[in-house]
């Protein structure tokens, strides 16, 4: 069993920063591949980036590339999310998940086996 509990959500106005982190705690965390995703209000849940069980291989979302950075430091089991040019249509709610997928960079939603409560980011233009 791995939990997840994200923070540094908030309101930010466009064009802004912010960094979200997710604590892990349980089973071994460099045994998981980890995720971000987002939730809009009436919108599916959707990938935003991942990371490797390593942390030397990335992916991200077309809609994110160039802006959010994902990391990871496997001796204090964080996920660092920093997001930069925030725009209005980045609101959501952020979640944080974990896979045993370890070598890939899964992007499913059913890829991921932990998830955290989630945390709300909100974009003002």
């Known amino acids: 069993q791995v939990q997840l509990v994200e923070s540094g959500g908030g309101l930010v106005q466009a064009g802004g920063s912010l960094r979200l982190s997710c604590a892990a705690s349980?089973?071994?965390?460099?045994?998981?591949?980890m995720g971000w995703f987002r939730q809009a209000p009436g919108k599916e849940r959707e990938f935003v980036a991942a990371i490797s069980w390593g942390g030397g291989r990335t992916y991200y979302s077309d809609s994110v590339k160039g802006r959010f950075t994902i990391s990871r430091d496997n001796a204090k089991n964080t996920v660092p999310l920093q997001m930069n040019s925030l725009r209005p249509e980045d609101t959501a709610v952020y979640y944080c998940a974990a896979s045993r997928l370890r070598g890939g960079l899964p992007r499913g939603v059913g890829d991921y086996d932990y998830w955290g409560q989630g945390t709300q980011v909100t974009v003002s233009s």
């Open positions: 349980g089973r071994t965390f460099s045994n998981y591949a």
